[in-house]
C-alpha cells in the first residue's frame, strides 16, 4: 500500500469511501453488514488506514453499519472521517445535535477527520452564518479532542470556494475534491487545486472514476488506452491519474464488493508514472467524451448583451455540458446550482427570440439548448 504524510499521520492513499456499500437485495438503506465486515478487514490487512462516511450515505445507515465493522478492530489501527450534512439547509441549526448523534452511531469516541460537507452555491451562505454557530462548535470539539483534523469537501465554483476560504480557510487542514481526467479541465479541478495550494490546504480526492463514468468508456476510448497500456483497464487509468497530482494525500473510492477492492489496493500497492504516449492517449479519450457531449461555449459573453431576460447564458451553458456528460437526468451539480437562482435566470425564463444565437460566434442553438436542459431538470 502507498501512504502519503499529513501532519506525522501516514495515511493510506486509497481510502474506503463509504457512500456505495454493497446492499442486501439492492436496497440502498439496506447494507449488508456481512459483506462490509469482510471487506473493511481486508481493506485493513492490506493497509488500508483512511475510511470515509457521513450522515446521509445509505439513507442514514452508512455510518452504523461501517461504525460496526470497525468496532471489531483497535481504534488506533484506522483513521474514521465524518461529515456535517449541510447540504441540507434544514440541518443547520442543528450542528451540535447532529454530530452527538453520529458519535454515537459510529461509536468512534471521536473523528480523526471532520468535514463541512459539500460547501457550494447553494448553502454557503448559510455555513458562514455565525447565528449558526457551526464553526465555534466544530473547534471547541476539535479543542476537545473529538475531532482531531477539520476540512471540508466542495462540489462549487472557485468564486463559491474562495468566500468559504476568505472566511473559514484559516482553520482548514484539508479539502475534498472530485477530481478525475475528464474534470481536471472540464470542472477546472486544476483551478481548485491551485487555489488550495495558496492556503497551503492539502488534497482529498472524491469520484476519481466519476461514479462508474471512466469505468465504463465506449469500446473506442477503452481502445485507444489499450493500446498505450495494454496490461490497464480503465479503472487503472482514473486511478492512476490521481495518483500523479503532488498535492493529493487520499483518494477515496465507494466500492460495491469485494473485487472491487481488490482491484483498488492492487493499484495502490506501487505507483506506474504516466509517459507523455499515456498523457496524449488521454487527452483523445477527453476529447472524445466531451466533443460527443458538449456545446463549444467560449464565454465571450456576447450573447448576454442581446438577451432580453439578463440570462447569464455562459453560466447555463457552462452547466448544461455538466448535465450531458453526467447523463440520466443531469446529475446534482447542474440542479443544485439552478436551484440557487431566481426563477426569471433559470434555463425556462428563456424566451426563444434567437437573439443570443444570432451574434454566438460559436453558432450555438442557444435557445434549442436552454430547452433542452430545462426538459433534463424536469427530468
Known sequence: MLYKDFKGLSLSRLGFGAMRLPC???????????????????????????????????????????????????????????????????????????????????????????????????????????????????????AAGRIRHLGF?????????????????????????????????????????????????PVWVMEPV?????????????AILAGARPDADPVDWAFRFVQQIPEVVVTLSGMS????????????SAERPFDERDRAALRRVVGDMLGRHTVPCTACHYCTSHCPMGLDIPKLLELYNEATVTGGKGGFIPSMFVGTLPEDKRPDACIGCGSCAAVCPQQIDIPGTLADFAAKLAG
Open 210 to 222: 466519476r461514479g462508474g463514468k471512466l469505468a465504463r468508456l465506449s469500446d473506442e476510448n477503452a
Open 153 to 201: 469537501s466542495a462540489h462549487g465554483d472557485i468564486p463559491c470556494m474562495e468566500r468559504f476560504l476568505e472566511a473559514y480557510g484559516e482553520h482548514m487542514e484539508f479539502c475534498q475534491l472530485q477530481i478525475n481526467y475528464l474534470d481536471w479541465e472540464f470542472q477546472n479541478a486544476r483551478g481548485k487545486v491551485e487555489l488550495l495550494g495558496r492556503y497551503g490546504i
Open 257 to 268: 464488493d469485494a473485487a472491487q477492492l481488490c482491484q483498488n489496493v492492487e493499484i495502490f
Open 24 to 142: 442486501v437485495e439492492g436496497e440502498d438503506a439496506t447494507p449488508d453488514q456481512a459483506a462490509v465486515d469482510e471487506m473493511v478487514d481486508y481493506a485493513l490487512e492490506h493497509g488500508v488506514n483512511y475510511f470515509d462516511t457521513a450522515w446521509g450515505y445509505h439513507g442514514g445507515q452508512s455510518e452504523i453499519v461501517l461504525g460496526r465493522a470497525l468496532a471489531r478492530h483497535p481504534r488506533e489501527s484506522y483513521y474514521l472521517a465524518d461529515k456535517f450534512p449541510g447540504y441540507d439547509l434544514a440541518n443547520m441549526g442543528k450542528v451540535a445535535e447532529i454530530f452527538e448523534e453520529q458519535l454515537r452511531k459510529t461509536g468512534a469516541g471521536y473523528f480523526d477527520f471532520y468535514l463541512f460537507h459539500n460547501v457550494c452555491e447553494m448553502n454557503v451562505e448559510e455555513y458562514l452564518n455565525p447565528a449558526h454557530g457551526i464553526l465555534d462548535y466544530l473547534l471547541e470539539q476539535k
